[in-house]
């Protein structure tokens, strides 16, 4: 099944027989499915002859892991994908991002936060018209030429979550009350969790094929919240090698149902369109076990470089604490990688760490952080990189470490008190799995392929330049992807 192998090509100098075209006559016209979350072996290997529809993509067209952006989460994940600008450029690392060098002062990722152009914003200007239904940081709706529904950062359905505004009159008169996200897909309430998460998909495939076949478009892109949620909830419910896994559990098979159903709405939606659109199903990200969280401002606080006027008596978060800055060298956020901040004089306000040890101090916790080990004295694989590792340009304030504890199988707790390093409870509710480094990518060019193609070494930042290329435009210099084609 995979023979011929395929890799990045420069833009400038791709070739013109590249399979990346859209062969009929007619109007160019792109499709992209998101799937938040999802990982290549599902999809690939273990339910493979299970899933008809991404099967038959597969096999006529391109396919492969998508490496994601680092950090490997959904903000800034899809931004990323979108405007083929790292992280570092976006000057986005999370949900949360420093504001300033103050020490509580963040900002929101939304829409707002992202200052360089996204795929839909460079279509419409070409006179493409877009049609976008929530693609994480897209609220509010800035104007473009077309259609857009935001994401699941969206306060709620009351709020102007569509452009142009008179669009959510009628999203609710096709499928009533629009859900935007599952709110809390971490409150433990497994059975109501899975039928929310079923019904916020059957809606948004739903809401998808209207506007598809009702509007015309250039550009139609969809990302569904869905396969990241089930993930979230249900993995250790799926996964034997789960510390939580019980063999014949009530949820044993929700993943795998729900895979069934993303298929069949995906099959639905590709008989709406015609033999001259292009279709790409991408991920932002992978997903993985979580085997346990690091409580790494505990650790911080162990080792001499985090301290408190005083100690809470139980775990609280370290926003609810009161932080010794005047003693403090570093703190840590948590999630399901770490930030750490090193406290520096004449950057943060009490900064105790001169300039001249910065690097010094830097060395120390990267070996610090590495050694951390597992509950029974086992080494993790612990990963700690620095921004300009990574980034070609590091905009706004970026953390001054990233760690990956357990190289991701292992989540970073950002709690203070109770004493402990290691923790299997989640400090924001339950969660079975945390994000892997690779997504997937399938490319079934129009007309499709005769047989199927490996893609390696395809990276996030790939898929914008690529979709530009499908409907035969320029691809910005500053982009810092490639096409990929043969």
């Not at 200052?115 to 070409?126: H, P």
């Not at 005083?310 to 990688?337: C, F, N, Q, R």
Request: charged share 25%; aromatic share 8%; hydrophobic share 35%.
């Amino acid at each position: 099944m995979l023979k011929k192998l395929f890799s990045r090509q420069p833009a400038e100098t791709a070739a013109q027989e590249t399979p990346l075209r859209s062969a009929a006559a007619g109007k160019k016209r792109v499709l992209l499915i998101g799937l938040d979350c999802v990982d290549p072996d599902l999809v690939f290997n273990r339910w493979f002859d299970e899933l008809p529809n991404l099967k038959s993509l597969y096999e006529h067209g391109l396919h492969g892991p998508l490496r994601s952006c680092d950090p490997p989460i959904t903000v800034p994940a899809w931004s990323v994908m979108m405007s083929s600008k790292s992280p570092g450029m976006l000057g986005v690392y999370g949900f949360r991002n420093r504001a300033d060098h103050s020490y509580d002062r963040y900002t929101i990722a939304n829409s707002l936060a992202i200052k360089e152009d996204r795929l839909w914003e460079i279509l419409s200007r070409a006179g493409k018209r877009c049609i976008v239904i929530g693609v994480p940081g897209t609220y509010p709706p800035k104007p473009l030429n077309g259609l857009m529904v935001t994401d699941f950062l969206t306060p709620d359905i009351t709020c102007d979550y569509t452009y142009p505004p008179q669009l959510k009159a009628e999203i609710e008169q096709v499928v009533g009350e629009y859900i935007l996200d599952v709110r809390d897909f971490r409150s433990g309430n497994k059975a109501k969790i899975l039928a929310d998460i079923h019904e916020m998909t059957r809606k948004r495939f739903q809401l998808a094929r209207h506007l598809l076949k009702k509007e015309d478009w250039d550009y139609f892109m969809m990302v569904e919240m869905g396969t990241d949620r089930i993930h979230h909830a249900f993995w250790d419910n799926m996964d034997p090698a789960h510390r939580f896994y019980v063999a014949g559990n009530e949820f044993e098979n929700a993943i795998h149902d729900y895979y069934l159903e993303v298929d069949r709405e995906i099959g639905e939606l590709l008989k709406l369109v015609d033999d001259n659109t292009d279709v790409l199903v991408v991920s932002d990200h992978g997903a993985k076990r979580m085997d346990g969280g690091i409580c790494v401002n505990e650790w911080l606080m162990r080792n001499g470089y985090l301290a408190l006027r005083e100690k809470p008596e139980s775990a609280v978060p370290l926003s609810k604490v009161k932080i010794d800055w005047p003693h403090t060298m570093a703190w840590g956020d948590g999630g399901y990688y770490a930030r750490i901040f090193l406290n520096v004089a004449g950057r943060e306000p009490d900064g105790t760490i001169p300039p001249e040890d910065y690097e010094k101090v830097r060395d120390e916790l990267i070996a610090g952080l590495k050694s951390i080990r597992d509950e029974n004295d086992r080494e993790i694989g612990t990963q700690v990189y620095r921004p300009e590792e990574l980034y070609q340009e590091v905009r706004g304030v970026a953390p001054d470490l990233i760690v990956y504890f357990g190289d991701l199988y292992w989540r970073s707790v950002g709690t203070v008190g109770g004493g402990k390093l290691h923790t299997f409870e989640n400090d924001t509710g339950p969660d079975g799995a945390n994000h892997a480094q690779h997504g997937i990518i399938m490319v079934r060019p129009a007309g499709g392929l005769p047989r199927d193609h490996v893609l390696e070494g395809a990276r996030i930042v790939d898929v914008a330049p690529t979709v530009l290329r499908l409907l035969g435009l320029p691809i910005p210099g500053d982009m810092e992807g490639k096409v990929l084609h043969a």
